[in-house]
């Protein structure tokens, strides 16, 4: 049984910093596309951080968060990870990590099969 675990969640003041974790179990997830998504109160969830499955793991970012947060992955550890850096208010939100069956990124939330429970992050002003 396949299942993803974040942590890293927390309260942190604007233009603070936090690294969010994803481990994932039951299977290997090398080569596959793996992402980070928010939701925010009242808000859609959206795609915020991706990394293809591809040699190199090219990454795709929201503009919202270009240069601020860095999504990383060590294939040893079956985990996946958000570097957030000079948070802002407005990136208050549950963030959950998200594994595609496939290596191409994406930003569309239907095109992945695991989710983790997700992992508030809280920013004060």
């Known amino acids: 049984q396949v299942q993803l675990v974040e942590s890293g969640g927390g309260l942190v003041q604007a233009g603070g910093s936090l690294r969010l974790s994803c481990a994932a179990s039951?299977?290997?997830?090398?080569?596959?596309?793996m992402g980070w998504f928010r939701q925010a109160p009242g808000k859609e969830l959206e795609g915020v951080a991706i990394?293809?499955?591809?040699?190199?793991?090219?990454?795709v970012y929201a503009d919202a968060v270009k240069g601020r947060f860095t999504i990383s992955v060590d294939n040893a550890k079956n985990t996946v990870y958000l570097q957030l850096s000079s948070l802002k208010p407005e990136d208050t939100a549950v963030y959950y990590c998200?594994?595609?069956?496939?290596?191409?990124?994406?930003?569309?939330?239907?095109?992945?099969?695991?989710w983790g429970q997700g992992t508030q992050v809280t920013v004060s002003s």
């Open positions: 998200a594994i595609r069956n496939g290596r191409v990124s994406s930003m569309r939330q239907q095109d992945y099969a695991y």
């Open positions: 990394i293809s499955g591809y040699n190199g793991g090219s990454t």
């Open positions: 039951g299977r290997a997830f090398s080569g596959y596309a």
